[in-house]
């Protein structure tokens, strides 16, 4: 079935750096969009990140320009989101989405904190 994966999440430092990966599974990978998003608790989901299809263009939301970097390996079905200089605001669980979206997967937790 069609399904997505996030990994990666962990408890770091103010100013350190994590690297989450999603895999996808169940459909043609390099057919979609991908999508970070992030969730604290009490809030809503709220959007972090994009790629293309081809990887050729991405997007970010304005807290996280110059500090967050996504990329995807088609061959491995894979998108990766680079977290650099990390700030408690940061702390979430983290998930991935393709668009049309699949149904959500369990997330991945990071906390930021000293």
């Known amino acids: 079935q069609v399904q997505l994966v996030e990994s990666g999440g962990n408890l770091v430092q103010p100013g350190g750096s994590l690297r989450l990966s999603c895999v996808g599974s169940?459909?043609?990978?390099?057919?979609?969009?991908i999508y970070w998003y992030r969730q604290a608790p009490g809030t809503q989901r709220e959007w972090v990140a994009h790629?293309?299809?081809?990887?050729?263009?991405?997007t970010y939301t304005e807290s996280v320009k110059g500090r967050f970097t996504i990329s995807r390996d088609n061959a491995k079905n894979t998108v990766t989101l680079q977290m650099n200089s990390l700030k408690p605001e940061d702390t979430a669980k983290y998930y991935c989405?393709?668009?049309?979206?699949?149904?959500w997967g369990h997330g991945t937790q990071v906390t930021v904190s000293s």
């Open positions: 989405n393709r668009f049309p979206p699949a149904p």
């Open positions: 169940g459909f043609i990978f390099s057919a979609y969009p």
């Open positions: 790629i293309t299809r081809a990887g050729n263009i991405t």
